[in-house]
């Protein structure tokens, strides 16, 4: 069930005690004071929050994410164009001991955001689209006990690149690889994978790679399903930019 926080009626959270109930309320509040352009909540039957999405928040800092503290059944937490978000708030979640899925997406979410969180033992699904991590945090993401999908996508900066993809390989529970806008090769990162215990899916999206590469990637795994879309001339020119700007040399 998805509802706006407007629309959150008092009695969704009758099921739970009136203290957690009065807390997810005005945290709710709280976070809807910084008036973000988009703002939803999941609850579960029994009324307490279970996913919230918040996008283009401009005042949303790090501090503010103690109200999390607030939700101890949320899943699900994605935080998009916040600018003054840098993930060193990433603190305020490792209690939160149910999240499985965290998106992050316009953001500064740095590798600092990344080591809090390299122990939780549920999170599962990590999205960090266009943020401030770099190859560095992917030794932390692949820390994750349980991590089973990701998704990194730097725009084509330096960020993430192979040293980064070759990291997340050290994760023996991934599943799900997800890489987009940047340059990759087989040596440099894509050969890590060869053997990998747990891995089904590769998805390299607007990537530069050579065909080669692709198809040793694809001998490495016959019965895993390999996507690669890449980077071509209709959509190039929307990142030559950045290509030019970061990968000139």
């Known amino acids: 069930m998805t509802l706006n926080l407007f629309l959150v009626p008092a009695f969704l959270l009758a099921g739970v005690s009136s203290l957690q109930a009065a807390d997810e309320a005005s945290a709710l509040q709280a976070l809807k004071d910084l008036n973000p352009k988009k703002f939803e909540v999941e609850n579960n039957d029994a009324g307490q929050v279970t996913s919230i999405r918040i996008d283009g928040c401009r005042d949303l800092t790090d501090e503010h994410l103690r109200h999390f503290a607030a939700f101890p059944e949320l899943r699900e937490l994605k935080i998009s164009h916040a600018t003054k978000f840098d993930g060193s708030g990433a603190r305020y979640l490792t209690d939160l001991q149910h999240l499985e899925s965290l998106q992050v997406g316009g953001t500064r979410f740095s590798n600092e ?9 549920n999170l599962q699904a990590l999205q960090l689209r266009h943020a401030g991590v770099t190859d560095d945090g992917m030794t932390y993401a692949a820390q994750m006990p349980n991590l089973k999908e990701i998704l990194v996508s730097p725009k084509f900066t330096k960020k993430i690149a192979d040293a980064g993809v070759r990291k997340l390989a050290q ?31 590769v998805y390299l999206r607007d990537v530069l790679i050579g065909e080669s590469d692709i198809e040793k990637l694809k001998a490495d ?15 190039r020119p929307r990142y030559q930019k950045a290509i030019d700007k970061h990968w000139k040399n």
């Open 113 to 121: 955001g990344l080591q809090f969180l390299s122990s939780h033992p």
């Open 171 to 201: 994760s023996k529970t991934l599943e799900d690889l997800t890489v987009e806008q940047t340059f990759l090769t087989y040596e440099g990162s894509l050969s890590a994978y060869k053997n990998h215990p747990s891995l089904k899916t």
């Open 221 to 235: 795994h016959p019965n895993a399903n390999i996507r690669v879309k890449v980077l071509d001339d209709k959509t």
